[in-house]
């Protein structure tokens, strides 16, 4: 299982009767979602993070918030005005970035970047597992649309992955709270909220449990606030 983030990502695996989240080769339980391309070679997550400031301008972070978005949007090219790397029209009028790779310059999707994460999590995965991982579980905002959904799954196929299912963040923090409850009630359902804050958005869902039974009755999301955009006004203060 992979909670693909905005700022870091975990990877998980099932077995022996449980799930265990993965450390990776800088022994943490998440790994930046980071991509820095360098003179020689990528330096992805840990590296890509520690390569961070001395090569700003060929460093994608956040690489989840280019997908499947439209050069031709002003509301996100504003957004895009304070990163430091350079954005371009790719194919189909979709953001794209150009970066400096081996000492000429290259234009990368962003999907190509996020199948580079995705690379490096499956590596970590099969460090730690001692044996090849491909079957994958993918967590994503639940206003993710079709066209990004798919986006994930192609990134996947790239990595050498093969998605079984695309599950929307806030469902997966409710299964894992609800998997191991034997409390819950077999007539009236528990209601629950979960309250998701994350760097690029926040999620709230309301989800009902009955004994051995998950239902999400409705999920709202708001752009507007955010770690990254809560950053961002305490700075201009």
Do not use: W
Request: charged content about 25%; hydrophobic content about 40%.
């Amino acid at each position: 299982g992979i909670d693909l983030g905005t700022d870091n990502s975990v990877v998980a695996l099932a077995r022996k009767r449980g799930v265990d989240i993965v450390a990776n080769e800088a022994s943490q339980r998440s790994t930046p979602s980071i991509v820095s391309f360098g003179h020689d070679q990528r330096h992805v997550g840990e590296g890509g993070f520690s390569q961070r400031m001395m090569n700003l301008k060929n460093t994608i972070a956040e690489p989840k918030r280019l997908l499947a978005k439209r050069f031709s949007d002003p509301a996100f090219m504003e957004e895009l005005k304070v990163e430091p790397y350079e954005v371009v029209e790719g194919e189909g009028g979709e953001v794209a970035v150009k970066v400096q790779l081996c000492g000429s310059e290259r234009v990368f999707k962003p999907v190509q970047v996020i199948a580079t994460l995705l690379t490096n999590l499956k590596k970590i995965a099969e460090a730690d597992h001692e044996a090849e991982v491909v079957d994958v579980a993918i967590s994503v905002p639940c206003f993710f649309t079709e066209h990004q959904r798919r986006a994930i799954r192609a990134a996947a196929e790239i990595a050498g992955l093969k998605c079984l299912r695309l599950i929307n963040d806030n469902t997966a923090t409710a299964l894992a709270y609800g998997i191991t409850k034997t409390d819950l009630p077999e007539g009236e359902p528990r209601r629950i909220a979960f309250v998701d804050c994350g760097r690029d958005c926040m999620q709230v869902s309301i989800v009902a449990f009955k004994k051995g039974q998950l239902k999400v009755l409705s999920h709202a999301h708001s752009k507007s606030v955010g770690g990254r955009r809560i950053d961002s006004i305490l700075f201009d203060h």
